[in-house]
């Protein structure tokens, strides 16, 4: 682990979560980092500049590199949203049968505009609100030109991986961070 920061100095101070992902070996910590941010330059790239010597320096790292990330990058990243979960999002969200149904339509329309699943950041949006939100937000994004999408798309997977990097190394618990 390069740094000019002394490692008994640093583990002082280092949330336990964000301690684990300094110490984790390369391999656990890139394979962690891809299920935050699904680039394999992103993730090669933090995983390479451990260790943090907080949260904060490891989040503006992951927000300078997601700023970085090049057309085949982000391609990279966006396909592996395909996979995840709730590739469909506002699915789960509570709403009547027609909402979901023009969800689906809305979901399909954008994938054979842009060639790539939707990405939105939920962060902080209530439940009740986010079928709604996300079906606002495909509908308002399907005017976008091609160019202009994607930096959307980018911007709003750079806000995912930031939560889900967040989470990852959460000093609450160590669950989800490199053993």
Same mark, same amino acid.
């Given at each position: 682990? *390069?740094?000019?920061?002394?490692?008994?100095?640093?583990?002082?101070?280092? *949330?336990?979560?964000?301690? $684990?992902?300094?110490?984790?070996?390369?391999?656990?910590?890139?394979?962690?980092?891809?299920?935050?941010?699904?680039?394999?330059? +992103?993730? /090669?790239?933090?995983?390479?500049?451990?260790?943090?010597?907080?949260?904060?320096?490891?989040?503006?790292?992951?927000?300078?590199?997601?700023?970085? /990330?090049?057309?085949?990058? /982000?391609?990279?990243?966006?396909?592996?949203?395909? +996979?995840?979960?709730?590739?469909?999002?506002?699915?789960?969200? *509570?709403?009547?049968?027609?909402?979901?149904?023009?969800?689906?339509?809305?979901?399909?329309?954008?994938?054979?505009?842009?060639?790539?699943?939707?990405?939105?950041?939920?962060?902080?949006?209530?439940?009740?609100?986010?079928?709604?939100?996300?079906?606002?937000?495909?509908?308002?994004?399907?005017?976008?030109?091609?160019?202009?999408?994607? /930096?959307?798309?980018?911007?709003?997977?750079? $806000?995912?991986?930031?939560?889900?990097?967040?989470?990852?190394?959460?000093?609450?618990?160590?669950?989800?961070?490199?053993?």
């Amino acid at each position: 682990m *390069p740094s000019d920061i002394p490692a008994q100095r640093l583990s002082a101070k280092v *949330p336990v979560g964000l301690r $684990r992902f300094n110490e984790a070996a390369h391999g656990a910590a890139e394979e962690a980092l891809l299920a935050c941010c699904g680039s394999r330059r +992103w993730a /090669l790239r933090l995983a390479a500049h451990r260790p943090y010597p907080d949260v904060a320096s490891l989040l503006a790292a992951a927000s300078e590199a997601s700023y970085d /990330l090049r057309p085949a990058d /982000l391609a990279e990243a966006l396909a592996d949203e395909s +996979w995840m979960p709730q590739s469909l999002l506002g699915m789960r969200a *509570p709403g009547s049968h027609a909402a979901h149904t023009a969800l689906r339509a809305a979901h399909a329309a954008y994938e054979a505009r842009f060639g790539h699943v939707f990405v939105v950041c939920l962060e902080g949006c209530p439940p009740e609100e986010m079928l709604d939100t996300v079906l606002a937000s495909i509908r308002a994004r399907l005017a976008s030109d091609p160019d202009e999408e994607r /930096l959307v798309a980018s911007d709003e997977l750079r $806000r995912i991986a930031i939560g889900r990097l967040e989470h990852l190394v959460a000093s609450h618990s160590g669950a989800g961070a490199p053993a």
